[in-house]
């Protein structure tokens, strides 16, 4: 009924004993104490649980644990390795992308694939990009501006 | 606190081939685990469940591809809906297809459903199964003791029942459209941000000159399961497009045709007014891509 | 000293010209833990070896409990019942109408009969599965007209009837047979789930055998100390509340945070083990308390220059099974009723009603969304129907410095409504625009609309008003703050430490805001009726002023100056004009320790304001208000009824702006909030009274393709002169006027007003075929 995987979590190989019928959100928060990782909704609307699988944002609620065997995982805990800010985390606290901060972890963490993919984003690709991030706090203009000001410093760092 | 899920045996075969042996042994008690965003819900909601095993295909990625077979092209049932948006290959020559990608869920269940698994789980308002209603899909079904091609609209009418025990959906072919057929995709939520939806349709309009040669309607989300609007297809044929108010006449015959069913997004009588608005204006739609 | 005349005060010490960090767009100082992931909320205070807590829900939304029959599996592990609490069984906000566990019946679907406990979340489910309730099903009232025409059924004993207030002022009679306009309308509004990311938590674990520390989901520590309590029978003090971080209150957690606080409690006093209970999105959404339904009967008399001469206002508050908040919102929606303007006549008459469904919750506006989409709306057809531009009739209107409010407040400063109005109307190009109304753009009706909105500053009721605070300063000129205000992301602590930081003349991050405790500061009241930063602040900044008398007279000493040209500015202490360095404050810091002079102050401040007269509710019940004017640009398609929300101007008097950047995303919050109670959050209920809605799939809160353009707001800074640096609160108020400024946009767009919201695309297209079928 369980099963041991095997998987590189933020940068470092990592082992996990786990049930077949518990999910990733379970595991990276109760079995790896990744709490960053958030459970909102639990059925993939709010993306408060959004990690990065493989380079992929993906909804950690609604993927088993046993699934990323093998895989390679990002949270938010990891993005900052080396005690330096990522610039989306610094410009979300200078823009006050957040309030109650419960949705942060999940926007950075979606904004950070998008940056990947796409470094110039526009408005409307941000607002795709973030559609599967819910907030009931900021009205969400200060969390695209974040992002937007993110991509100008990535994009000059070069 | 820990989200409950029902126990169950687990399997992760690591190819096609072992797949099959795995559902060959396990059946008929078991469900496949693709994307997960359909099957994960049902095991926390319990809403289809129980089944004593999982088999894990999710990383089965020689089932995931696209690929321009000279007259049609192939999808792999593992293709997500994230790669059918971004396909150069599917944008070419099935835009339907990414078209309802982009409409989709968001960017995170994008990256995790497959096309297999919409078409499977076929729920009222599975996107694909729209398409696969107005396009001439074939379905590629394999067990491990025989293979088997089945068109979309009887795969559609047997529901969930389509893929037997031991079977598994392999590839989806579907012709490539000539250049004079304009398809459309529309999909009507109670807000902007993916939701569950009113309403979702396809149109398939092809012409020769300015008269309908050929017209598909599926209309989905309204009642139990998606399906074509063949009475209004047609009346429709033969008319020509010009006749702007003999058109519409025929499709404001659509309220009376549908029995739609009531939900929290919207009520049996909405659906039923707005299936005509929808409809409408998917049909404009393809119109303006025919030529 | 009861009030501090503040403003002088801190004139007096640091120049408004010359703020250091008051006033300034600075990061908030939880942002660091926040994009990091090292902010824990409740959940992430996680346990291995806590007990899951579940609870066993009526099915019934009326039903008498006969028999509780606990089976085999749940007699294993952990059962609670009415009958198993060893304090008393009562945790009603205001008034003494609900038991945490049911005891003799059960009066909504959802209501809390038993508490299940287990190692495993499996254990625990397999015993919510193993206790068999046995139920006497009653007659439900389901509806308000219903409960109150209801001879025989009885919701609760005194009856169907859970409050009622009365406002008079002045003669209506007269002024309506006096008036050349009287309009007459009924409006309705709906439920609405507080939807905040984090669904309600809490955790409880034994310290010793006779202590009970306390981690929740609470916007009201004290209060949710008091109930733990009560409820286990303890004295207070034995009880620790300790609030982390929390992901979204808007009210809701004030309301259900001592209730999930109590049920762990239970579980870990009966057991001596830790225990912890999370709702899931499901169980948050059917079976936490909401805002409730309202029906307004709103009368309006005006003369023919548009001057109100009287409103009469006629409203039931569906307030559902528990009065729980219900009879204060009610309240603060009669004292409110008028609208930010000067009505002579005023009479209200609210009735909180009982009926078989989820309870009412504490909800950004608590009230006002409900009763100003009533007086909005009505000003706007009083408007039309004389020929006035509605902006026109609202500075017309508008309250002013000197006018009396419709409790007969005199509000003799502070008072910004005018000035906002015009300001946000020149912001939105109003004049133009206005003449744009009902063009049809992209196959779509343009309109714009206007809304305004205010919300008086501090908890309504009888109850004063106070708050504390502590400030350590550090041997080493770091200083340790505490509030008992909790930080719902609204930003008190950032508030607070900005307020701190000017009064001492540090730098903002030498501060340490500390978690919320209530062993660690005197009872400050809830974190509610945005009074965290003005009343609460105020504490804050009563401590740091005092500690500041003692800084600045060792320094004169230290500085051989006199105490008025001591500066303390950015962490450095010199005098004034000087050329000299001066001494850093850490030098000073520790100098206080080495002179015995004490480095800590507690500051504790009462709210300014009296208790309006129980039968005409004339009277002072607030302290101040902050006012909010919305203009909303909408686009509708006829065919489909969808409303789209384009633009959106927002505008604030909330005294002075402590954060601009943070005050900022406070509206643009609430105008998403206010947009979606007007629009699209819709709460559905069965004929059997339950909840059909399953998640945030069909539960529609805004989302990045929703938002519409947000236009930098509108402060207009009339400071109050009784808090820390004038401030009044910002988090509530612009919530009160987006949803009438949406449903009069849309009335200018397709010439159709809706009177009841949410208007769904549904509702607005089945209303517009129903007014084409009637022309």
């Given at each position: 009924m369980e099963r041991r995987i095997e998987f590189t979590l933020n940068g470092k190989r990592t082992t996990c004993v786990v049930p077949y019928n518990m999910t990733l959100l379970d595991m990276l928060r109760t079995k790896l104490r990744m709490v960053s990782v958030k459970k909102g909704c639990d059925s993939g609307d709010c993306g408060s649980c959004t990690v990065i699988v493989n380079n992929e944002p993906i909804c950690s609620c609604l993927m088993l644990a046993v699934q990323v065997d093998g895989e390679e995982i990002l949270t938010l805990e990891g993005l900052n390795r080396d005690r330096k800010l990522h610039p989306l985390q610094q410009t979300f606290m200078e823009s006050h992308g957040m309030q109650c901060g419960i949705c942060t972890p999940g926007f950075i963490m979606t904004s950070f694939a998008l940056l990947q993919k796409?470094?110039?984003?526009?408005v409307e690709e941000i607002r795709e990009a973030l559609e599967g991030n819910l907030c009931r706090c900021t009205g969400y203009a200060q969390i695209i501006e974040s992002v937007i000001k993110a991509s100008k410093l990535m994009n000059t760092e070069v | 606190m820990i989200t409950l899920l029902p126990r169950f045996e687990y399997n992760k075969p690591r190819n096609l081939e072992e797949a099959l042996e795995i559902l060959e042994k396990v059946k008929p008690n078991y469900r496949v685990l693709a994307g997960g965003t359909d099957l994960l819900l049902e095991m926390k909601f319990k809403t289809r469940y129980p089944a004593n095993t999982i088999v894990d295909i999710s990383k089965l990625n020689e089932l995931r591809y696209v690929r321009n077979r000279d007259s049609h092209i192939a999808i792999g049932s593992m293709t997500k809906v994230e790669d059918l948006k971004n396909s150069e290959i599917i944008k070419r020559y099935l835009p339907i297809l990414a078209e309802i990608a982009s409409e989709f869920g968001t960017w995170q269940i994008r990256n995790m459903a497959t096309i297999g698994g919409n078409i499977c789980n076929a729920s009222s308002s599975a996107d694909y199964l729209l398409a696969l209603l107005i396009l001439d899909a074939e379905l590629n079904i394999l067990s491990l003791t025989k293979k088997r091609h089945i068109k979309s609209e009887p795969f559609i009418n047997e529901g969930r029942e389509a893929v037997k025990p031991g079977e598994l959906l392999a590839e989806i072919t579907i012709p490539k459209l000539s250049s004079n057929v304009g398809t459309s995709f529309l999909k009507y939520e109670g807000r902007n941000v993916s939701s569950i939806p009113i309403l979702n349709t396809a149109c398939l309009l092809e012409l020769e000159d300015h008269t309908i040669k050929d017209v598909r309607i599926a209309l989905g989300a309204v009642e139990h399961l998606p399906r074509r609007l063949r009475p209004v297809e047609e009346k429709l044929k033969?008319?020509?497009?010009?006749?702007k108010d003999k058109v519409d006449k025929v499709l404001q015959t659509i309220p009376s045709l549908i029995n739609p069913k009531s939900g929290v997004v919207a009520s049996a009588e909405y659906r039923r007014a707005m299936s005509y608005v929808f409809v409408k204006r998917a049909f404009s739609q393809a119109l303006e891509r025919c030529s | 000293m009861t009030a501090l005349e503040y403003a002088s005060i801190l004139d007096k010490v640091i120049n408004s010209s010359e703020y250091l960090v008051v006033g300034k767009k600075v990061a908030r100082v939880d942002s660091l833990e926040k994009v990091t992931g090292k902010?824990?909320?409740?959940?992430?205070?996680?346990?291995?070896?806590a007990l899951n807590v579940l609870v066993l829900r009526s099915p019934h939304p009326h039903a008498l409990i006969k028999r509780i029959e606990i089976g085999e599996t749940a007699a294993k592990n952990v059962v609670i019942t009415a009958a198993d609490i060893p304090g008393v069984n009562e945790v009603g906000y205001y008034i003494p109408d609900q038991p945490l566990l049911v005891d003799k019946k059960a009066r909504y679907v959802g209501d809390a009969v038993a508490l299940v406990a287990a190692q495993t979340i499996e254990e625990a489910a397999k015993s919510l599965e193993d206790i068999n309730v046995e139920y006497e099903v009653l007659p439900a009232l389901l509806d308000v007209d219903e409960s109150l025409r209801s001879k025989d059924v009885r919701i609760h004993e005194k009856g169907n009837i859970a409050g009622v207030v009365r406002v008079r002022k002045g003669d209506v009679n007269k002024a309506f047979s006096e008036a050349k306009v009287v309009v007459d309308n009924v409006y309705k509004t709906g439920y609405q789930d507080h939807a905040y990311i984090e669904p309600e938590a809490a955790i409880a674990l034994p310290e010793g055998d006779n202590k009970l520390l306390v981690i929740g989901t609470t916007q009201n520590p004290f209060r949710t100390r008091d109930v733990v309590a009560k409820v286990l029978g303890w004295n207070n003090s034995r009880v620790r509340v300790v609030v982390p971080y929390i992901g979204g209150g808007f009210g809701g957690k004030d309301t259900m945070g001592p209730l999930l606080c109590a049920m762990v409690a239970l579980v870990a006093a009966k057991t001596n083990q830790p225990a912890m209970l999370e709702f899931t999105r499901a169980d948050s959404l059917k079976y936490h308390f909401k805002r409730a339904p309202f029906k307004i009967h709103y009368k309006t008399a005006a003369d023919k220059t548009g001057r109100l001469l009287a409103v009469e206002v006629d409203y039931t508050v569906d307030v559902g099974a528990y009065a729980t908040q219900g009879l204060a919102l009610m309240r603060r929606a009669a004292y409110h009723a008028t609208g930010p303007y000067e009505i002579p006549c005023v009479k209200v008459d609210g009735t909180a009603v009982y009926t078989n469904k989820v309870p009412i919750a504490a909800f950004n506006g608590f009230g006002n969304p409900e009763m100003l989409f009533a007086a909005e709306s009505q000003l706007d057809i009083v408007a039309e129907e004389l020929g006035l531009d509605p902006v026109e009739i609202r500075v017309k209107n508008a309250l002013v410095k000197g006018s009396r409010t419709g409790t007969n407040q005199l509000l003799d400063h502070s008072v910004g409504i005018r000035e906002l109005i015009e300001r946000v109307a020149e912001a939105a190009n109003w004049r133009h625009k206005k003449?744009?109304?009902?063009i049809s753009l992209n196959g779509k009706r343009y309109g714009i609309g206007i809304g305004c909105g205010w919300h008086g500053c501090g908890t309504t009721g009888v109850k004063q008003d106070w708050a504390g605070a502590s400030v350590i300063i550090n041997p080493d000129g770091s200083v340790i703050y505490r509030t008992g205000i909790v930080e719902l992301g609204q930003g008190t602590h950032t508030g607070h430490a900005m307020m701190v930081a000017e009064v001492l003349g540090i730098p903002l991050d030498w501060i340490r805001v500390e978690r919320v405790d209530t062993s660690s500061v005197p009872d400050s009241g809830e974190t509610h009726a945005q009074r965290g930063i003005m009343i609460g602040g105020s504490a804050a900044v009563d401590a740091a002023l005092r500690l500041r008398q003692r800084l600045v007279k060792l320094a004169a000493e230290i500085l051989e100056c006199s105490e008025n040209d001591v500066v303390l500015r950015n962490g450095r202490v010199y005098v004034k004009d000087s050329q000299a360095d001066g001494i850093s404050f850490a030098a000073l810091a520790k100098e206080m320790y080495m002179r015995g002079i004490s480095p800590a102050e507690y500051g504790f401040v009462r709210a300014r304001r009296g208790v309006p007269d129980p039968e005409t509710s004339q009277g002072e019940p607030y302290a101040a208000y902050s006012f909010s004017c919305c203009i909303a640009e909408v686009e509708v398609d006829e065919e489909t009824g969808t409303v789209e929300v384009k633009r959106l101007y927002t505008g604030v008097d909330a005294g002075r702006i402590m954060n601009p950047e943070l005050v900022r995303g406070q509206l643009y919050g609430c105008a998403m909030m206010g947009i979606g109670f007007a629009l699209t959050e819709k709460i559905e209920l069965t004929k059997g009274g339950k909840i059909r809605n399953k998640g945030f799939g069909d539960y529609l809160i805004l989302g990045t393709f929703d938002q519409p353009v947000f236009a930098d707001p509108v402060y207009v800074e009339d400071p109050y002169l009784y808090s820390g640096f004038g401030v009044k609160g910002a988090g509530e108020v612009a919530m009160n006027a987006t949803p009438a400024a949406i449903i009069n946009a849309v009335k200018n767009a397709i010439g159709i007003r809706t009177y009841e919201i949410p208007a769904t695309a549904e509702k607005i297209f089945f209303t517009l075929k129903e007014r084409k079928s009637d022309v």
């Open positions: 796409n470094p110039k984003p526009t | 033969g008319l020509s497009v010009r006749d | 902010a824990f909320y409740t959940a992430d205070y996680m346990l291995d070896n003449t744009l109304c009902g």
